[in-house]
């Protein structure tokens, strides 16, 4: 449930695009965590976890990878496994900040507090030191000419494994690493089968698939990661104030961000109209803001006043409800920026919507999700075989999409080769 819950998150999440978009996709998969869960004393922290994981999925929303996908449809190896590669990296990226936020803010008890001031000043530090080496001083660019946020974002990594280490929240590092390594894979796969789509001329939107990919086993490997943990018992208690500030943070921040960033009247008239689909784009235009509007006005208000009445002690009635709704709106989101006032709309919405339903199905049907021998530390030995043989099966598929064409639309090579036929054969 969980890959199919972030999985149709991050596909809706392509729309919107950005860290903003990342975010709610982020906290969906939260939501959705802590209701499979289903242990009682992580209800009541559920929306400050939830904003844990939007922002920290949101964070590597910043990394452009545009150039990258074009770099893994390339029709040399050396260029096809650099981009399915530099995919991997930049999947585990948004995997390890994630996976890690929303493990550290379960992992956090009365007896060992996550100091969230300190950890974020340290992430940004490390985003800003890494940055300033890997980019500004030894110029390793990943996707010139355009921005290099992946270093920073790689820096609050690093920060933030060191604070695990150091401050002893070893079932935050298994979830961060087992996670990232289900996004990288993720990522990578995603642009394969984008390629195998396209040679195929499957009529579908392919660059979606690729989206999907990344989130569906991204949120396997959360939910792997999450589930055969040892957690500690109890967690602190969460304030009324805290539950405040995060459900104005995720239900109406969020929203109003992907909303202003996207589906104001003149960005949605500017859509409609370069689409050319639309008679009177102007008319739908506004229509669409103000239904866009009225949704995320609607799930804001049903959502406070279902938390207010269960006045801070939240059960799983509670969780169920208010995932649904964040997850419902942000899938309207995406068919009202498709022109659905119109009769317009996209397939793989109709599949988000299926999924959706798949879900709600799946939810009604979850026993308890936790292995009988949970783990506390981390095995690295395995995780490291794991990662060598993610790698490999990279290398095999970015070697198997060059022999599938002689060339895409939207190819990039990032590097010249010069007499290096040997490698197509």
């Not at 992946?150 to 401050?167: E, I, N, P, Q, S």
């Not at 859509?271 to 784009?281: C, D, I, L, Q, S």
């Not at 070697?399 to 197509?424: E, K, M, W, Y």
Request: net charge positive; hydrophobic share 50%; glycine share 12%.
């Amino acid at each position: 449930m969980i890959g199919l819950t972030l999985g149709t998150a991050w596909a809706v999440r392509g729309h919107f695009g950005h860290e903003q978009g990342a975010a709610w996709a982020g906290g969906i998969s939260a939501l959705a965590l802590i209701f499979v869960a289903g242990r009682r004393e992580w209800y009541g922290r559920v929306l400050p976890v939830a904003f844990a994981a939007a922002v920290g999925w949101g964070m590597t929303g910043m990394i452009s990878y545009g150039l990258v996908v074009g770099y893994g449809m390339s029709n040399n190896f050396p260029n096809a496994l650099y981009g399915l590669g530099m995919l991997f990296v930049i999947g585990a990226l948004f995997g390890l900040l994630g996976g890690g936020l929303t493990g550290l803010s379960l992992e956090s008890s009365e007896n060992r507090r996550v100091d969230w001031g300190s950890l974020i000043a340290q992430m940004v530090a490390g985003g800003v030191v890494v940055y300033g080496l890997l980019v500004r001083q030894l110029e390793w660019f990943m996707t010139p000419p355009r921005s290099e946020a992946w270093a920073f974002c790689l820096g609050g990594v690093f920060a933030l494994l060191w604070y695990t280490a150091r401050k002893g929240f070893s079932v935050t590092t298994r979830v961060a690493l087992i996670t990232g390594l289900g996004t990288g894979f993720g990522f990578a796969l995603g642009n394969f089968l984008q390629i195998v789509g396209i040679v195929a001329e499957i009529p579908f939107n392919m660059w979606n698939v690729m989206e999907y990919s990344i989130g569906f086993f991204g949120g396997i490997a959360l939910a792997y990661s999450v589930f055969t943990s040892e957690w500690p018992g109890g967690g602190h208690r969460v304030g009324p104030w805290e539950n405040r500030v995060s459900f104005v943070l995720l239900f109406l921040l969020i929203p109003f961000i992907v909303f202003q960033q996207s589906l104001t009247f003149h960005l949605i008239v500017e859509r409609f109209t370069a689409a050319g689909e639309f008679e009177r784009p102007e008319l739908i235009g506004r229509i669409s803001t103000m239904t866009a509007l009225v949704i995320l006005i609607v799930m804001a208000l049903l959502t406070g006043l279902r938390l207010r009445r269960a006045r801070n002690r939240f059960g799983a009635s509670e969780v169920y409800f208010i995932f649904v709704a964040y997850l419902a709106a942000y899938i309207l989101m995406g068919y009202i920026i498709h022109g659905a006032i119109d009769g317009k709309s996209a397939s793989h919405l109709h599949l988000c919507t299926v999924n959706l339903i798949v879900i709600l199905m799946l939810a009604r049907m979850q026993g308890s999700p936790f292995s009988t021998r949970p783990r506390v530390q981390v095995d690295s030995l395995k995780l490291c075989k794991v990662f060598v043989a993610l790698l490999l099966v990279v290398a095999v598929l970015s070697f198997v999409a060059v022999h599938l064409h002689d060339g895409l639309p939207g190819t990039q090579d990032r590097f010249t080769i010069h007499s290096c036929d040997f490698l197509n054969y």
